[in-house]
RNA sequence: GGCGAGAUAGCAAAAUGGUUAUGCAGCGGAUUGCAAAUCCGCCUAUCCCAGUUCGAUUCUGGGUCUCGCCUCCA
């Protein structure tokens, strides 16, 4: 039986399904006017994961991960590049795919992008108008009425009154309080045409938290299983989240009405104890470190810390999962692993499942690998490698040819594999003469320039340190 | 200031009212021409102070420290 740590809760619960069978899944993807960092891979893959085990727990699973493509963040970068906001957008769109490609991120049912959702999310501001949540103010903004919403703060634990004292509020004259936030911004006169959309308020474009309301609602129905995001998200954007789509039901059942039963939000990536963000400039991006590390070793450093855990980021961290990954590997080597199902019934498997039915434990269920990693050493057991891999791939961990992942690719000026078989063979002819100074000459040479030379019975083989 | 999360061995990171986490690193042995890998064994823990308990790292209270949210943020 799955638990899930619901934040709106605070504590775990029993997963249970509004519908047998079914599970509808939310969660807020990128805004798309830069490259994703680290902070944004964990997003990916921590949603991966749960995608991926409620379908291996046989959930017929519909996932929406959304993408911002119109906001102040993209107006501007699209202004300062001198492009316009569609080709900004679809070129960051492309990198976000190909990031999480990489990462062996699967690709969610639906993608929603705010552009597309635009008359929805009308319809959602028209409804919040109707139902005394939404007010015109004098700038020509129109904007949500937090205090006209009983509840609000029931997400983030924070009531009005303990908002409003934090100092970091800032006043704005067109509201008329200070916590009521945008639903529809209106058009400025030097902001471009393909950011200016009619509506009954005038030309406008939507702000930020009603695209989620909007799309979700849209995708998943008024009221869905799962929503998730990362830990900032929770406040103020899931919190307006709620009061919008729950503001907005009000009148189809007289109250009461919920959006969303489960709240997944994960921790951060952090540098040096801080969080990775934009804001602070302290952020690696995808791309970056898949210059210097594997993308599986990135997506196993994700995985083995638990999802709600910062997360801190480091070379000798990476280099740490790396070396770990590296064992699961080469046990497979060892012993190939024919594709098979996952036998349910071991006990590597039990831990493994009883992990991930405990709110994700994908640290607990990676010490099951290890485990299963050890048996396979010892046994060099068909069934067990084969348990191993389809284990690990459920984590969507160990699906390649052990050899592609231990020898990696050479990198520039780095000794190619003609170059490095050329170098084996010439000390197979040094061995064989029992010329052990030339033979470990070649060895040192080669282990200097970062190969690693194995000896088994079935011949040397090699791998990258 | 308000609200919340956390402090586990050299590093990373789970779990648990009493019984091996796991990985990396380190030490000893097996194996190897020597290595590497692997196997076997070992080592190093539960922030501090009280309380509850036969027994607490685990529960309760207090303290110290760290981090996050309260503003855009995954």
């Known amino acids: 039986m799955l638990k899930i740590y619901n934040t709106l809760a605070r504590d775990k619960q029993e997963f249970v399904p509004m519908v047998t069978g079914r599970v509808g899944m939310y969660v807020c993807g990128m805004t798309v006017y830069d490259y994703c960092h680290i902070g944004h891979a964990r997003v990916l893959v921590v949603f991966d994961i749960v995608y991926r085990w409620l379908k291996a727990s046989g959930y017929e699973v519909n996932y929406v991960r959304n993408i911002t493509d119109i906001d102040d963040k993209i107006i501007k970068r699209a202004a300062e590049n001198g492009e316009s906001i569609h080709d900004l957008t679809a070129r960051f769109i492309a990198a ?32 919040l108008e109707a139902n005394g949540l939404a007010y015109r103010a004098p ?88 929503h998730g995001g990362g830990a900032d998200l929770q406040f103020p954007h899931h919190e307006n989240e709620i009061a919008q789509s729950e503001g907005a039901m009000l009148h189809e059942q007289g109250g009461g009405c919920t959006f969303v039963n489960y709240w997944i939000h994960n921790g951060f990536v952090n540098v040096d104890k801080e969080k990775m963000s934009k804001s602070l400039g ?108 389809s284990l690990a791939g459920v984590l969507g961990l160990l699906q390649r040819e052990p ?34 100074a030339e033979a470990d000459r070649i060895r040192k040479e080669l282990l200097d320039a970062g190969i690693v030379l194995e000896d088994t019975p079935q011949g040397t083989t090699w791998r990258r340190a």
């Not at 078989?421 to 064989?432: D, L, P, S, T, V």
Request: net charge negative.
């Open 403 to 436: 050899a592609e992942f231990l020898q990696g690719s050479a990198g520039a000026g780095g000794l190619d594999d003609a170059g490095i078989n050329a170098q084996i063979e010439a000390r197979i002819a040094a061995k064989n003469a029992k010329n052990y």
């Open 96 to 127: 976000m795919h190909e990031d999480a490609d990489a990462l062996g991120v699967l690709r969610p049912d639906h993608e929603p992008r705010a552009t597309q959702f635009v008359p929805e999310m009308l319809d959602m501001i028209a409804q």
């Open 282 to 389: 302290n952020f690696f991006t995808i791309r970056d470190v898949l210059q210097k590390y594997d993308a599986e070793v990135l997506r196993f450093f994700i995985l083995r810390a638990h999802y709600r855990s910062p997360l801190n980021y480091s070379d000798a961290h990476l280099d740490d999962a790396k070396g770990a990954l590296t064992r699961l590997y080469t046990a497979l080597k060892s012993a190939p692993a024919v594709a098979q199902a996952v036998d349910w019934g071991g006990p590597h498997a039990a831990r493994f499942r009883a992990a991930m039915d405990d709110d994700f434990n994908t640290p607990e269920a990676v010490a099951a690998l290890f485990e299963l990693a050890n048996e396979v050493n010892r046994s060099q057991s068909a069934e067990a490698a084969a348990q191993l891999k």
């Open 139 to 226: 700038d020509g903004d129109v904007n949500f009425a937090v205090r006209k919403f009983p509840g609000y703060g029931k997400l983030s634990g924070k009531s009005l009154e303990d908002l409003r004292a934090g100092e970091r509020v800032e006043v704005a004259d067109n509201k008329n309080d200070p916590l009521d936030f945008v639903l529809w911004k209106h058009a400025k006169e030097q902001e471009a045409g393909e950011v200016k959309w009619d509506s009954r308020w005038g030309k406008g474009r939507p702000g930020w938290h009603i695209e989620c309301s909007a799309m979700g609602s849209k995708l998943l129905g008024n009221h869905f299983d799962i």
